[in-house]
């Protein structure tokens, strides 16, 4: 791990510039692929709109390259194969110079493959599971050192928390995810009779029996949390569950790793005052950049009441960073664009400075807020600077000797800092 973590060190310095190369399109097109409809629309239909309005306000500063851009919007609706075709029909038929979009990790790994067959570059917004680091992917969330990790240990030092529940819908990013906090728990004395750990389906809407079930295994005496990887539209009946059951934030906290002011404005809040959420931004961080960004977003949207997230700060971070590595290369063309973003900073709307970092991870701070009756978060706790995002995780034996660098010449997702060996040049 110390190896591990030399060689990250290392490769943080040095970053090159492609050089600039001529382009002939009338406009530059740019994808935006999020569900507006099915079970993830409550999540992805903002992030549609704020692409929308970062494009407008690219234009309005003269566009890039001296052309203007052109959203391409599309609705895989909530369905993972149909991410596949979309993304196709984006590059392939739409001639799409870059793409930001997609949610969950089981989107994500149904474009990837397009991404790397068709060389085009995907801009991901989201916390994700780790474990993975393709050339043709920026990974502009949360790894899980810079959400996961963190939001246990505060929930281990600071309140006390003894006992686990890991809950999460059923699929790639909850299961690594939980992969993950089960072996480092365990690795920090925890007793595998005090994690329990629950899966269920996209949608889930029958909380009672689950929620039970959570109330009773709290109920031995040690300080019990949830942590929640519950994704999309069913978080809505599981906190009006919490709600029903009175599982207080005082009996048995639950941090969320994908619910946020979007997911909260929909809700009852009163009952869940106290409850955790641990990301990268929040709405009622207090900064220039954010108060600038805010007032640009309600001027957009026509609605003063329409609140900013996590994964449209993830969204401004990605498309800045994109805008600026296109005017280093000066092209857009995949191969001079990614050797250029590599060391790109662009500020975040916490008030820092966010890096693209050759691993195509960027560093943010670590932020736990605790819901308020409004819907806002009040931030209890912070990293004091930014945090790197590692690729593949420390605490999972197969991971814990990888780190990914797509600086030539290793240009590698998946190298073995003890072998040195890369064992896959996308993966």
């Known amino acids: 791990m110390k190896l591990k973590n030399a060689i990250m060190g290392a490769v943080m310095a040095g970053f090159t510039v492609a050089t600039p190369l001529a382009i002939a399109e009338d406009t530059i097109k740019v994808g935006v692929l999020h569900s507006l409809s099915g079970t993830m629309a409550i999540s992805e239909t903002t992030l549609k709109d704020t692409m929308l309005m970062l494009i407008e306000q690219q234009n309005a500063k003269g566009g890039l390259l001296g052309k203007q851009l052109e959203a391409v919007v599309v609705d895989p609706a909530s369905d993972w194969p149909l991410f596949a075709e979309k993304a196709r029909e984006l590059i392939e038929v739409n001639s799409v110079d870059a793409v930001f979009g997609c949610w969950t990790s089981v989107s994500r790994k149904s474009v990837l493959p397009v991404f790397e067959e068709l060389n085009s570059l995907l801009f991901y917004p989201v916390q994700y599971e780790g474990e993975e680091s393709s050339k043709n992917v920026f990974y502009t969330g949360a790894a899980p050192n810079q959400q996961a990790i963190p939001a246990v240990i505060y929930l281990k030092e600071d309140i006390g928390v003894e006992r686990w529940i890991l809950a999460g819908t059923d699929y790639v990013y909850p299961r690594t995810t939980n992969k993950i906090l089960e072996a480092y728990l365990l690795d920090s004395g925890v007793a595998a009779e005090d994690i329990m750990i629950n899966y269920t389906p996209f949608g889930h809407s029958d909380w009672q ?19 929640s990887t519950i994704n999309g539209d069913a978080n809505v009946p599981f906190y009006k569950e919490l709600g029903n059951q009175g599982v207080s ?4 906290p639950v941090v969320a790793f994908s619910v946020g002011e979007e997911e909260l404005s929909g809700i009852d809040t009163a009952p869940l005052v106290g409850h955790l959420a641990a990301w990268n931004y929040f709405m009622s961080v207090e900064s220039d950049v954010n108060d600038e960004f805010i007032g640009n977003w309600h001027k957009f949207t026509g609605d003063d009441g329409r609140v900013s997230n996590d994964p449209m700060e993830a969204h401004h971070i990605g498309f800045n960073m994109w805008v600026q590595a296109v005017e280093k290369a000066g092209t857009t063309d995949p191969d001079a664009v990614q050797e250029a973003i590599i060391g790109v900073t662009v500020p975040n709307l916490t008030g820092g400075v966010s890096a693209m970092l050759p691993n195509h991870h960027v560093t943010k701070p670590v932020l736990i807020g605790e819901i308020q009756d409004d819907g806002q978060f009040d931030v209890v706790w912070e990293t004091k600077g930014m945090v790197a995002g590692d690729a593949w995780s420390d605490f999972l034996p197969d991971s814990k000797d990888i780190i990914a660098d797509w600086r030539k010449p290793m240009s590698c997702g998946n190298y073995n800092v003890k072998t040195g060996v890369c064992s896959g040049q996308n993966l």
């Open 209 to 227: 029996s689950i929620v039970s079930d959570i109330k009773k295994f709290g109920s031995t005496g040690k300080k019990t949390a949830v942590v």
């Open 249 to 252: 934030a005082e009996d048995i």
